[in-house]
């Protein structure tokens, strides 16, 4: 079985204190609901488990229902970092799901295209990694805004969710992660170390994340809100 595991657990900083920016409203719906209904629409998914905010954990339920996200098996608390949250939503995974999908639930343009695309890359590489080339010059900038140098943009990659993997190998790398108490970023860093072969799945720059004020006007363009 294929599973998603969204996760909306965490501080939105960025877009003010006490913001939970997962349960926002963009146009008529809040930006957690996009993600849902795009996974609920993925033939790709055959459940989800939903990691959020220990206060928000009644909201979600409720969330859930509203929109007829039948394929949401768990709506649980998350931890202070996605780290925890996605360690979290792991373990509730049952034995017979060998896909799972990570997906940021801040990131409401997500479709089922994407999702499907990425489960198909996992299933045959063991993981697919949702991911954009960078096309503009970028600099790097040790101290204030003086440049230091200029990057070789040809090889680099943005990478965005969902992260989708074998089951097994995300398990493994996470205890890995775990053994040497390292932070990582994202999944697919868990990964790295211990396979040589993450695969990303090209994706559209329209695939954004709600990170500041401004994001919500972009994403309700997008979605044509």
């Known amino acids: 079985m294929n599973y998603g595991v969204i996760v909306a657990a965490g501080k939105s900083e960025r877009m003010g204190p006490d913001v939970d920016k997962a349960f926002l409203s963009l ?24 990691v959020v905010r220990k206060d928000r954990v009644d909201s979600a339920r409720a969330m859930v229902q509203l929109f007829g996200c039948y394929k949401v098996r768990k709506v649980i608390a998350g931890g202070a970092t996605r780290q925890i949250s996605v360690k979290i939503g792991l373990s509730q995974l049952n034995h ?10 801040a990131r409401p343009c997500i479709t089922p295209l994407i999702i499907s695309e990425t489960v198909k890359s996992a299933r045959k590489f063991g993981s697919g990694v949702a991911a954009v080339k960078i096309t503009d010059t970028v600099k790097e900038v040790k101290k204030g805004f003086i440049v230091s140098k200029t990057i070789d943009r040809t090889m680099l990659w943005a990478v965005q969710t969902p992260q989708t993997f074998r089951v097994d190998l995300l398990t493994k790398a996470f205890n ?18 211990v396979s040589r072969d993450v695969r990303l799945v090209p994706t559209a720059l329209s695939n954004i994340k709600i990170t500041v004020p401004d994001d919500l006007i972009l994403a309700a363009a997008v979605l044509r809100l």
Do not use: N, Q, W
């Open 96 to 105: 017979d799901v060998s896909i799972v999908a990570v997906h940021d639930g």
């Open 176 to 193: 890995v992660v775990s053994r040497k108490r390292l932070t990582v970023t994202d999944e697919a860093s868990a990964v790295e170390l």
């Open 27 to 50: 146009g008529t719906k809040p930006v957690l609901a996009y993600s849902l209904i795009a996974f609920e629409k993925c033939p790709d998914i055959d459940g989800v488990i939903l």
